[in-house]
């Protein structure tokens, strides 16, 4: 099974790269953040101001480039936002103040998850669009978020790093913990030179309309609500949420915990790449929705498992087709709007999906202090049940044009013709 399909522009394969220097980036840095500012001698509403600092900055810098990257062109905005990814390490290495930590997790690039919801990802994701055919659209978003995935979780096991740089460099902490800001700085200076090789006729704007989102505002606000219900189930199940569950369900130590998690990881991995294979025989909707409904039905079975195995055998399941609609779903959405609007698209999807799944692991830790069964399991499964039919019911009619085309030529009429 091939990562990138054939077919792949040098364009797209930049990208690739880029995602994946800023996912080991991420990896590392989300683990290591609340660390650094404790270890500054910060409490840990010190490490909620700032970690709320970098969502809010995210989500406003992600906003704003979305809409404006029509006027200023992707290519450029991605370029300036690398070397803001470098200026971020370089502030977060050499200033030990609280508000200016708080003020450059505002401005900067720091993401507080490997999930990659940063400035980035409406102008890569865009770009990326555009920079291959229809057809092979979705097998190079399920590659991209692929690249995320497994880089992340190696650039988790950096934050291992800064315990080897003590032993061997004889260094402090601190100093240790500034080193991976280093490392932050530095990725972001690579990732500068690969966004510098895009061809600057991205930028073109050449015909474009002024406003971000045009004829398909009522389609992009339509899925951003749905996506925000998707969301807010998910917030209810965020992994450790769920490993606390299962360590108060059937007492599951430390270890075999992680063993599970790695074991999911790898199983959502390999879906990406089914995806993308599955789409092409039932199409993208349908992809979207017939592997997420089952995996919503294991999320409510969860709660109910009588024994552990019975338990992972529900969450590996769950992990296998959960996320085949992470790559359909950023596929369809460039589908299914003009390319002038995919940047603006992009952003307005994705950030009320961050934003609706901060506020349900309030209530899912609210819920598990009442009671020791698995409620919280019931609702997302049940919300994420909901969000599946829904989806269907307004967007199964809505193909994207590869699909219409398709659907055409497959007709009785062109046959004979």
């Known amino acids: 099974m091939r990562l990138l399909p054939e077919g792949t522009t040098r364009e797209a394969r930049i990208l690739y790269a880029g995602r994946g220097l800023r996912a080991f980036a991420d990896g590392f840095v989300s683990l290591l953040l609340p660390i650094y500012i404790m270890a500054l001698g910060f409490d840990v509403f010190a490490v909620g101001v700032i970690s709320a600092a970098t969502m809010l900055g995210s989500a406003a810098l992600t906003v704003a480039v979305g809409f404006t990257a029509n006027r200023f062109g992707r290519r450029g905005l991605l370029v300036a936002s690398s070397l803001l990814m470098v200026a971020t390490g370089i502030g977060f290495l050499a200033v030990r103040d609280l508000w200016p930590l708080v003020a450059i997790a505002f401005i900067g690039t720091i993401n507080p998850s490997p999930a990659d919801v940063s400035v980035f990802y409406p102008l890569e994701q865009a770009l990326l669009a555009e920079t291959v055919s229809a057809k092979n659209r979705t097998a190079t978003f399920a590659g991209y978020a692929l690249v995320g995935s497994l880089v992340a979780a190696l650039g988790a096991l950096a934050a291992g790093l800064p315990g080897l740089f003590q032993a061997s460099l004889g260094i402090g ?106 789409s092409r025989r039932i199409g993208l909707v349908n992809t979207m929705v017939f592997t997420h409904l089952p995996a919503n039905l294991c999320t409510i079975g969860l709660a109910f498992a009588p024994d552990l195995g019975v338990a992972i055998a529900l969450l590996l399941i769950r992990a296998a087709l959960s996320q085949m609609d992470v790559p359909t779903r950023s596929s369809y959405v460039m589908a299914v709007v003009t390319p002038p609007e995919r940047a603006a698209a992009a952003s307005i999807t994705a950030l009320p999906r961050s934003l609706a799944s901060s506020l349900a692991p309030l209530l899912a830790g609210w819920i598990f202090t009442l009671s020791p069964f698995g409620w919280p399991l019931v609702a997302a499964g049940t919300l994420k049940a909901i969000y599946d039919v829904l989806l269907l019911i307004l967007f199964r ?3 994207p044009p590869e699909e219409e085309e398709a659907v055409r030529a497959s007709s009785p009429r062109a046959a004979a013709t």
């Open 397 to 399: 009619s809505h193909k």
């Open 173 to 278: 902490f601190v100093a240790s913990l500034q080193a991976m800001f280093g490392l932050y700085a530095v990725l972001g200076l690579f990732t500068y030179g690969l966004y510098r090789r895009l061809p600057a006729s991205l930028d073109r704007t050449d015909g474009r309309p002024s406003s971000a989102l045009g004829p398909s505002r009522r389609i992009v606000f339509t899925l951003a609500a749905l996506f925000s219900l998707d969301s807010f189930g998910g917030g209810f199940v965020v992994q450790s949420l769920l490993a606390l569950w299962l360590f108060r369900r059937f007492g599951l130590s430390l270890e075999a915990a992680g063993a599970i998690f790695f074991w999911s990881g790898i199983f959502t991995s390999i879906s990406y790449l089914v995806a993308a294979r599955l």
